[in-house]
């Protein structure tokens, strides 16, 4: 069973330490802790160990950048991407935090100025990879250091279970081995159960809690079409949201490429993105993207790890992803300032034989069976007739109850009918098998087939076995994914793929709860017929706002040139943003601004309160 945390901070510590408060204000700028950071952070304080899932843009690296700061040696941050070292280094500079990052983009000066301060105790946070953490005689140089903290960013690739598995992730273990009084923080924005319990193991961690963030979005719209006729309905997409920033996530670099030239010839300002791009020229176009000077970015999955943008208002997938944690991960770039924004997921069955085909290639038999479970999993939210907000917080286990309302499916709800007894009769024989059945032999136990499994196990014996006779094994296997996607039920994918029953489940089981499902023959109408949607009204700003924020985002751009750095390490577009409403007059105004620490006010102050007042002058005369 996991140790989870919820909300309950250790009781040495209040909810509003002010050590811990002033150095989130004094270096980030934020007023408040976010849901979650302050229990984390206090754990982690106490020496221990700690798996923290955070939906994207939840705020994860506050969670070890503050332990950095409140420790008084080093912390060593693993991290699997250069560029997202990169930005995290960049912003923790910006804010005046000693960091710094070691990888094969560095010169050999730049790196041995990186040792020497290193020696002299003069960096809080140390960012690598996992390969050059195990490069020879880099794990004896950090035992010479006072390491307070390993964070182990991008935790899930740590699991074979999961997606983006990173082999070398699994050498990680030797951290505690190495260093077993350091604590260990792993983070990740994607994770079910199996994935979670996986990362603690492999780390080898002592006694962890798992921190686990709600993943829910109500700010973003959920919706899937069907793949034909991409082209119109990224038209109509892009019409509606014309001169805001979205991404579009494209399978192929040729597809992002050609994508990009077709909204070029309609006059958007787009372009592409993806790995085979040059550094420089990748570099151009997300710091392009984040400034405002590109509205569109058509992408591959190459691009948004770590990208610090607030008001993307729509995210595309052009072609279906492989996971649902890699589609929860991309959605999650859009809306990150709490604005309405829409996410859009096109869906072919050529999409589907694409991944297949990748997932035939892969030669380890058994993570092949997860990466095709898990596509299993994507196709069944692309198909599916129930509210689709439930099926992705079912998919992390968070426990919902009432259809969200903001997802195509909720604004076009099918005809339901009562599928409790149904939902008892399936959940009770998962239960008497001790949960050990896949969904093919629960089927078989469902309609009374005396399989050679059922047979072998005794499951004929069970008081359920037969009890479904009455329906289908097509319709038993349509409403089984339907309480998979409910939440009432889940996959135990280390564990022979066999079914698990949920707290919703045991609730339906003991008639606590009803259980409203989609007849076979409705989900098939519905997947058939053209799915019409509506536009979604986008709120921005207010219009005075709009005209200071266009200042304040070029002059954030000409500071940020002449620094030769991105335009986000000044100021955030959501810094910006509450700049531009709350109009500051003076620096005491200024440091009220979300995102503004002591650092930057003293940096930036005078020259953002000039522009305010120059702009407040401007509309008196007129």
Same mark, same amino acid.
Request: proline content about 5%; charged content about 25%.
């Given at each position: 069973? /996991?140790?989870? %945390? ?36 206090? #754990?982690?304080?106490?020496? =221990? ?19 950095? *700061? ?36 560095? !010169? ?69 081995? =190495? ?19 996986? @990362? ?5 961690? +002592? ?33 509606? #949201? ?10 192929? +670099? ?40 590109? #509205? ?10 770590? $990208? ?22 991309? %959605?999650? +770039? ?27 290639? $892969? ?8 990466? %095709? ?9 692309? !198909? ?17 109850? !009432? ?23 399936? *959940?009770? &024989? ?46 038993? $296997? ?33 008639? !606590?709860?009803?259980? +409203? ?25 207010? &219009? ?12 954030? =751009? ?15 577009? &959501? ?13 005491? /105004? ?21 522009? @305010?007042?120059?702009? =407040? ?6």
């Amino acid at each position: 069973m /996991e140790s989870v %945390i919820l909300s309950e901070p250790p009781a040495s510590y209040g909810n509003s330490d002010p050590s811990l408060l002033e150095l989130l204000e004094r270096h980030f700028g934020y007023k408040s802790f976010r849901p979650q950071q302050l229990e984390v952070i206090e #754990h982690v304080l106490h020496g =221990r160990d700690a798996v923290v899932l955070m939906p994207t843009g939840g705020g994860k690296s506050i969670c070890y950048q503050l332990p950095a *700061l409140a420790f008084p040696g080093l912390t060593v941050v693993i991290s699997p991407l250069i560029a997202l070292m990169k930005d995290q280094v960049q912003s923790l500079q910006g804010n005046g935090i000693p960091a710094a990052f070691l990888n094969s983009t560095l !010169e050999f000066n730049e790196e041995r100025l990186i040792h020497q301060q290193l020696r002299n105790g003069e960096l809080k946070l140390l960012y690598v990879s996992p390969e050059r953490l195990f490069q020879l005689g880099f794990l004896d140089r950090l035992t010479e250091l006072n390491v307070s903290l390993f964070a182990v960013d991008e935790a899930h690739c740590i699991s074979s279970w999961g997606h983006s598995f990173r082999p070398e992730y699994k050498q990680l273990h030797v951290l505690k081995q =190495r260093f077993p009084t350091v604590p260990v923080i792993a983070l990740t924005a994607t994770a079910d159960r199996t994935v979670r319990g996986d @990362i603690a193991h492999s780390l080898g961690l +002592r006694e962890p809690q798992v921190f686990i963030s709600s993943f829910d979005r109500p700010n973003l719209s959920l919706a899937v079409l069907p793949g034909q006729d991409r082209w119109r309905a990224i038209e109509r997409i892009v019409g509606r #949201h014309a001169g805001r920033s979205g991404i579009i996530y494209c399978n192929s +670099r040729a597809g992002s490429e050609k994508l990009a030239a077709k909204l070029q010839a309609i006059g958007v300002n787009a372009d592409f993105y993806h790995a085979k791009l040059d550094a420089l020229e990748r570099s151009r176009v997300q710091d392009d993207f984040i400034q405002g000077k590109l #509205h569109v970015i058509c992408a591959t999955i190459a691009f948004g790890m770590g $990208i610090d943008k607030a008001d993307v208002r729509f995210v595309v997938h052009y072609n279906m992803p492989g996971t649902v944690e890699g589609y929860y991960q991309e %959605i999650g +770039r859009a809306g990150r300032d709490g604005k309405p924004a829409e996410t859009i997921l096109f869906y072919s069955y050529a999409d589907v034989q694409t991944h297949m085909h990748f997932a035939e290639e $892969i030669q380890d038999p058994r993570y092949k069976e997860v990466v %095709i479970a898990k596509l299993d999993r994507m196709k069944e939210y692309a !198909e599916a007739q129930v509210c689709r907000r439930t099926i992705l917080l079912s998919y992390f286990s968070e426990e919902t109850v !009432e259809p969200c309302g903001n997802c195509d499916v909720c604004k076009d709800p099918p005809k339901y009918f009562d599928g409790t007894v149904l939902a008892q009769k399936a *959940l009770s &024989a998962v239960v008497r098998s001790r949960q050990q059945l896949p969904m093919s032999v629960l089927v078989d136990v469902l309609k009374g087939t005396r399989s050679p499994v059922v047979q072998e196990n005794g499951w004929e014996r069970i008081k359920t076995f037969g009890a479904g006779n009455d329906v289908s094994a097509f319709a038993w $296997i349509m409403f089984i994914q339907q309480f998979l996607q409910l939440g009432l039920l889940e996959i135990a994918y280390a564990d022979h793929y066999h079914l698990r029953i949920t707290r919703a489940g045991e609730a339906v089981l003991q008639g !606590e709860r009803p259980v +409203r499902l989609v007849s076979p023959a409705t989900i098939k109408e519905r997947q058939e017929r053209p799915k019409q949607r509506k536009d979604v009204l986008v709120a921005g700003p207010s &219009a005075a706002a709009e005209d200071l924020l266009a200042e304040l985002k070029a002059l954030r =751009r000409t500071i940020a040139a002449d620094l030769k750095k991105p335009a986000y390490i000044v100021f955030s577009d &959501a810094t910006l943003l509450d700049m531009a409403e709350k109009r500051p007059g003076n620096i005491y /105004e200024f440091r009220l601004v979300n995102g503004v620490g002591d650092h930057k006010a003293s940096q930036f102050g005078a020259a953002f309160l000039e522009a @305010i007042a120059a702009w =407040r002058g401007r509309r008196a005369v007129n």
